[in-house]
């Protein structure tokens, strides 16, 4: 209960604003049929109350898997590369909710190759990996935190994997509700913070939100504990009538003493249900007299190969060596680039269709063929190679091990 007496102090001789409206009825939620019966920083206020979803009670393990990580890697000339992260939900099966701010890098443009991963834990790649196509958000965002307050949400459009299911047919989705009033009372949030292992899911329930900004409605006050990468994490009631949670908020940023969230208004409700209908564009939707624009945007294909590489072993490392050629037109060797079980990483991104992989265990088992021998000095030692060729830029994914 630690935004109680905070609030007390802030909301002195604050108007309650509230027009009695409509209240609106949420969105379905959908579980799979084969996991039915699955069910220190600025952000930290107090006591850090987040708890691995390892540990998350049995109620709430199903909503686990319709939270993921949003990554995006970006490779540099160095040959090193740069991971950013943030938080997502799924809301049908092939959108997102999220934050606004999640879609673009720090020059304001969108991320170039970005993946939404539900239920990834620990690293572990559990449900594949989903390319973001297009966001919608509101016409006003402004990539300026303190002028976007309540307004720092997006929806994320995502293509469906390389076996071509979609992340909701596999993990499946919350619904999501816009009320005339934010309830207040506790609240829960899953998401994956920076602050923590790399790739692992907390969760925090019990914690407050409330909407007593009389000048912006969309505005949420939250005292649950976040840090950078949960920014886009839902926030989640509890409903007795539909006897489920519902994203009803995501969570944007944090200070010192409060945290902030955009909430789903009636509107915001509305217009989700034509995003995820796939009438954003319709005449219906034009019609709705909306007085919050969105807008669209597509992600722009890169002429570029982007080459990641999976762990498909259960107990087992593997080291991946690689050849390529860089978009300087050099080719570029390296290796042995350790990678964990069920994990996936980029190894290079190229614009040449020909590039060569190796993947092999501890004990030096080879799980590629020898297509050519690249001599690695750092190892002192040749390595052989197996030939890729592909005819169209896009994301490429080699799964190596235990077959």
Known sequence: MKIVGLLAAMLVGWPLVAAAQPVGEPTIEHVPEDLADEVKSRGILGQDDRRSTREVP?????????????????????????????????????????????????????????????????????????????????????????????????????????????????????????????????????????????????????????????????????????????????????????????????????????????????????????????????????????VEPWIQMDYVNQNKIYVYARNECSDEDLYIAYNYKTHAGDWRAGGFMLLKPKHEMPVFDTGNGVYYLSARNPEGKVFTRKDMNKYLSKYDMNVGMQKYSVDKFGTFTYGFGCR
Request: net charge negative; proline share 3%.
């Open 58 to 290: 049995y109620y709430l393990k199903k909503y686990t898997r319709r939270v993921g990580e949003l990554i995006t890697y970006n490779h540099l000339e160095s040959g090193e590369t740069a991971k950013t992260t943030c938080t997502g939900s799924l809301i049908q099966k092939n959108y997102i909710v999220t934050a606004a701010h999640c879609a673009f890098d720090s020059q304001g443009k969108l991320h170039e190759n970005q993946f939404f991963y539900p239920g990834i834990q620990e690293g572990r790649v559990n449900y594949d990996k989903y390319r973001v196509a297009r966001v919608f958000l509101p016409a006003s965002y402004t990539h300026d935190a303190n002028e976007d307050t309540g307004r720092d949400i997006a929806i994320m459009e995502l293509e469906p994997a390389d076996n071509g299911r979609h992340a909701g047919q596999v993990a499946g989705w919350f619904g999501f509700w816009g009320r005339a009033d934010f309830p207040d009372g506790e609240v829960s949030t899953i998401g994956y913070p920076g602050d923590k292992q790399d790739g692992h899911q907390y969760f925090q329930e019990g914690c407050q939100a409330v909407n007593r900004n009389p000048y912006n409605h969309n505005d949420l006050w939250i005292d649950c504990d976040v840090f950078q990468g949960q920014s886009g994490s839902p926030v989640l009631i509890y409903s007795g009538e539909y006897d489920t949670f519902h994203v009803q908020a995501v969570i944007q940023s944090e200070s010192a003493k409060m945290n902030f969230g955009s909430r789903i208004s009636p509107e915001r409700a509305k217009i989700f249900r034509y995003i995820t209908k796939g009438e954003f564009a319709s005449a219906a939707y034009q019609s709705e007299g909306i």
